[in-house]
């Protein structure tokens, strides 16, 4: 039943609810505070929302190791009637726990085994844990969420007994004994938020710290309890390599000592015909070199013949390349003669620019002047 620990959350938040309606006067239609009940009911609606999403990744990792623990039964009574190999059902098993990522997980290990597998055997192996494992039930279980509900329960409660007591002394302006009296019932309303919320808080706090610390570690033992079962009853050994080794070697002794056995039978003839085989390839090469004499003398002509033009046309690239560099020399000339003459040109266009920029210039006065002096001049013969 550890792993159904966290239904107990259940009857204590409607307990903590029930408490809090009760106090705030709710069930007897006397309420003293409207803030105060809405205040509790907002951070209850929180925690509420809080412990549903908790309910969700407790109950699938449940189903989860519930899988494991279900396949882990199958292959113990399988093995208990006698299939000892197992592993060639697994091998190549679809669905095996009829769950997503535990599958997901199981189809990976497969496709790392069969890349061990050969024609001579399974000749290495790995561990199913490095599939499934307690870090795939804390994916599972959103350990990263539920291992901070509990801070997250005690921080909420200290956060309303820091707002009740806000609300408390903010209503709490009394300047004498006779209105500080007046004040005292608005500054203990503020007060019980305070205290309820901490006082629930906390209590969430160490009952979902409880049940979450159940929860998962009852999910690591069965997991621990399903890979048992596995390496017990079908993960396959892989095949032991200096046992190979040392049969080869076995084998490749008996086949030397048969082949020298073989050796020793033909020792005799295998001489009188390495002898016969000498005296054949002797008078065929003697017949070769009859037969040929006169065509090896035409080929070393002719390979002379080669050797000359070769030389020739080697003399050749030689003066070609004497020229090549010399053209190369006299293009290098006349580039830099080439940049020069740009180099004077640039140097005229901005002289000749200046010049025109000065006509340009003189132009203008002097348009200015005969204005001025038609001007003047219509001045005068209009006077």
């Known amino acids: 039943m550890k792993n159904r620990l966290y239904y107990f959350l259940l009857p204590v938040y409607l307990f903590v609810v029930g408490f809090v309606l009760m106090v705030n006067g709710v069930f007897s239609g006397q309420v003293t505070s409207v803030g105060n009940l809405a205040i509790n009911l907002t951070f209850l609606l929180l925690i509420g929302i809080l412990f549903l999403i908790s309910f969700f990744s407790f109950s699938r990792l449940n189903r989860m190791t519930d899988k494991l623990i279900d396949e882990a039964n199958k292959i113990y009574d399988a093995y208990e009637k006698g299939n000892l190999k197992l592993w060639e059902t697994y091998r190549s098993k679809d669905n095996v726990f009829e769950d997503d990522i535990l599958d997901e997980a199981f189809s990976r290990y497969q496709k790392k085994m069969r890349s061990f597998q050969t024609k001579h055997g399974l000749m290495g192996r790995c561990e199913l844990e490095d599939y499934l494992n307690e870090d795939l039930l804390n994916q599972a279980g959103m350990n990263y969420y539920n291992s901070a509900i509990s801070g997250t329960m005690t921080g909420l409660g200290i956060l309303g007994t820091f707002i009740g007591l806000s609300i408390g002394l903010g209503s709490f302006n009394g300047n004498d004994i006779y209105t500080i009296s007046d004040n005292v019932g608005p500054l203990l309303d503020g007060m019980k938020v305070a205290f309820h919320t901490s006082v629930y808080g906390i209590l969430f706090s160490l009952v979902f710290q409880f049940a979450y610390r159940s929860v998962m570690a009852d999910a690591y033992d069965k997991l621990h309890e399903f890979l048992d079962v596995f390496r017990e009853c079908v993960e396959p050994t892989a095949n032991n390599t200096d046992a190979n080794t040392k049969a080869m070697l076995v084998y490749q002794a008996n086949m030397a000592n048969s082949m020298k056995q073989i050796t020793e039978l033909l020792k005799g003839e295998a001489r009188e015909q390495a002898e016969s085989l000498d ?105």
Do not use: P, W
């Not at 080929?299 to 560099?325: H, I, P, V, W």
């Open 279 to 383: 005296k054949m390839a002797q008078n065929f090469a003697a017949m070769i070199e009859r037969a040929l004499e006169t065509d090896f003398d035409r080929l070393g002509k002719t390979l002379q013949k080669a050797c000359n033009t070769q030389e020739a046309c080697a003399d050749n690239y030689q003066s070609m390349a004497g020229t090549t560099r010399e053209l190369l020399q006299t293009n290098r000339v006349l580039q830099k003669a080439l940049e020069d003459t740009m180099e004077r040109q640039e140097a005229m266009a901005r002289k000749l620019q200046e010049q025109s920029e000065r006509i340009e210039a003189t132009c203008n006065t002097i348009n200015e002047e005969i204005s001025n002096q038609l001007y003047t001049y219509a001045e005068t013969h209009d006077m």
